[in-house]
């Protein structure tokens, strides 16, 4: 889909290892058309922006979390470096970074939610997961391995890639400083759904209110990076 002019993909990674394969073939495409500049295409080259993040599935099948952040960490910091190699020898996005600074402006709030993440093309974040409300989770299997305890501390960014929140320009407001491992910043799904149990249906997904802020959190580190 397109937003003022941006181009936006999903891509459905719910393992690490298939967020590992992602990055990859990412890695892959954009350095073979950074090769071969003539067979670029509109969506060619590496992304402004990446978002990436999981955990939750990990916690509940595979019940590993040494290996979740093995597998992680050094895959992220890899295609955070190779992406941001191409992207410095890329012709100019200005008019993309443009883009997404239009749409970031076109939402904004009267405060501005999440810390300065300076730094190349493309932006990496990592989206932590949401706080999970144990007592609306629906079956035993995701209350024993996938409770919010489990998650907060096996699955979030700071424990899968070692990413500190100490790090953080306002953490508290959602935002939180990441500069290694690859990830310039973390989204901080866990401190925005804080307290917020009663927009959990289920458990594990929120309101709409909840994924606009945390939008309005991502589109404000595009607008000032």
């Given amino acids: 889909s397109e937003l003022g002019g941006a181009r936006l993909e999903f891509i ?31 969506r060619g080259g590496p992304p402004d922006l990446l978002l990436l993040g999981c955990g939750l599935w990990d916690a509940l099948w ?20 190779h992406l941001k190699a191409v992207a410095d020898r890329a012709p100019s996005k200005e008019p993309a970074r443009g883009a997404l600074q239009a749409a970031a402006a076109a939402v904004k709030q009267r405060r501005r939610i999440g810390g300065s993440c300076p730094g190349s093309l493309p932006l990496v974040l990592w989206l932590d997961p949401t706080t999970v409300v144990d007592s609306r989770l629906a079956s035993p299997l ?25 790090l953080s ?33 289920d458990g594990v997904h929120y309101g709409d209110v909840v994924y606009d802020v945390l939008a309005q959190i991502i589109l404000n580190m595009a607008r000032i990076h």
């Fill in 62 to 81: 595979t019940r590993d979390p040494a290996r979740f952040a093995s597998v992680l960490r050094a895959s992220v910091a890899d295609a955070a470096r």
């Fill in 169 to 201: 320009q306002g953490g508290s407001q959602g935002g939180s400083q990441g500069g290694s491992g690859g990830v310039d910043a973390v989204v901080e799904g866990r401190a925005v759904t804080a307290g917020l149990a009663l927009h959990s249906p």
């Fill in 142 to 166: 995701k209350r024993q391995h996938m409770n919010d305890a489990t998650i907060a501390r096996h699955y979030s960014a700071e424990s899968a890639l070692g990413l500190s929140h100490d």
């Fill in 12 to 42: 459905w990674a719910p393992f690490a290892v298939n967020v590992t394969a992602q990055l990859d073939d990412l890695v892959a495409s954009a350095v073979g058309i950074a090769s071969h500049p003539e067979q670029r295409s509109d």
